[in-house]
Structures are given as C-alpha cells and as structure tokens.
C-alpha cells in the first residue's frame, strides 16, 4: 500500500471522517432537486463496489418523477393498510405508526433509488443444485451473492450521497409491497427489488446512530 493511501486511512483523515459521520437522512428540503449528473456520479460510485465473482448483479432505477414517486405511495399505503388488518398481527400502535413511517420515507425525498438484484450464476449455486440438497440444506448454504453486492453498492451509494452534501436512508420497510412496486416500476422476473434509497438535500440534522463497541464484534484468533 502506497504511503498516500496508507495516510487517508489515519485517523482523522477525510475518509476516516465521511465514513463516520452520519448520513442517515429521513427528512429532505422539497426545493433541491438532484440534477441527473449528480445520480450519475453516485451509481458511478456504486458500481465500482466489491462483489462476489465479480457478478456486479445489481441494477439500480432513479425515481424523481413526482407521479410515479406518489404512485409508489399509493401502492405501499394499501399494502400496509391491509397488513394492519391482519388477525394474526399483534402490533400496538406506536409500532405500527413506526412501521409505517420507515415505510414511506422515500415518498418525501426528491429522488428514490429502486435497488435490483439480478439472480447469481455462480458455481457455489450450481454445485448445491448438482448435490440435490434439500430445501433445508440449501437454505443452510446459500449465502445470497446477489444480496451481499446490493449491500455494498448501497453502502457505497449512500457514502458517495454524503459526500455530495445530500442524505439518504436504507429503506427495505416498503418492499413488503415489493411485487406491486416490482410492476409499476417495470421490474421483471429474474430480477427482484431489494431496497429502496431516498436521496436529498438534509432538512435536518443528520441522525447519527450507536454503533456496538469493537470488542463485541471482532474476535482475533
């Protein structure tokens, strides 16, 4: 490793300081559009994230037209409505506003990255389908390649947002009316949404949420 790059590791460096700091954003100034260029240069960014066999199974659709962004609303709104109905359900109501709420933040956002993942090819899956392995087994083994690289383009989408001065928030609440949404937003099988991502201008202060200690989740051996 070059010594530059060993430095912008130090703490206190930049990155050290657009990683911490926090970015995640569920409120967002209505009179700041993102120009194209700038969704541009942060899947730009996106892409260039770490994945499995080098599969970089995702695929990513900006949202910024305001009809089609109230026609996802619509579509999570009655998905949750009609889950609230539900006899087996037995949330009490600062629950379910909660719930509601985290589903329906990127309604406010002047732009809403849909995250799709497509299905992974890779040699792992087709020695398990070769074995005959059960459901269960299966399930045991699969590690989900295409999931982990919508993780890390999502992480880098996210940090890339930051650094431009806008906020954005990692939504996967709404994807319980995710083959509704799949349909209007023209997404077909194989392909899946996994996440949505609402981007903008920050119209508050950014939540900066607690992370676990090290020691509790590494382990030297």
Do not use: N
Request: charged share 25%.
């Amino acid at each position: 490793m070059s010594s530059r790059r060993q430095q912008s590791l130090d703490q206190g460096s930049e990155l050290e300081a657009l990683v911490r700091e926090p970015c995640r954003v569920r409120h967002f100034r209505k009179d700041h559009p993102v120009p194209r260029a700038d969704v541009e240069r942060m899947v730009e960014f996106a892409r260039c994230a770490v994945t499995p066999c080098d599969s970089q199974a995702w695929r990513f659709i900006a949202v910024r037209d305001r009809e089609l962004l109230d026609g996802m609303l619509r579509i999570v709104l009655e998905r949750f409505e009609q889950l609230a109905l539900l006899p087996g359900l037995a949330l009490r109501e600062k629950e379910r506003a909660m719930a509601r709420a985290q589903a329906l933040v990127f309604a406010k956002a002047p732009l809403c990255i849909a995250v799709v993942t497509m299905p992974s090819d890779s040699l792992a899956e087709r020695l398990m389908e070769a074995a005959g392995l059960t459901p269960e087994e299966h399930e045991r083994l699969c590690v989900r390649p295409e999931l982990q690289s919508a993780g890390a383009a999502v992480q880098l989408l996210a940090t890339a947002a930051h650094a431009m001065g806008y906020g954005a928030c990692w939504s996967c609440a709404a994807i319980l009316a995710g083959e509704r949404l799949e349909e209007l937003l023209g997404i077909t099988p194989p392909a899946r949404l996994v996440a949505l991502v609402p981007i903008g201008r920050p119209a508050e202060r950014a939540e900066a949420p607690s992370r676990r200690p090290l020691e509790e989740v590494l382990s030297l051996r």
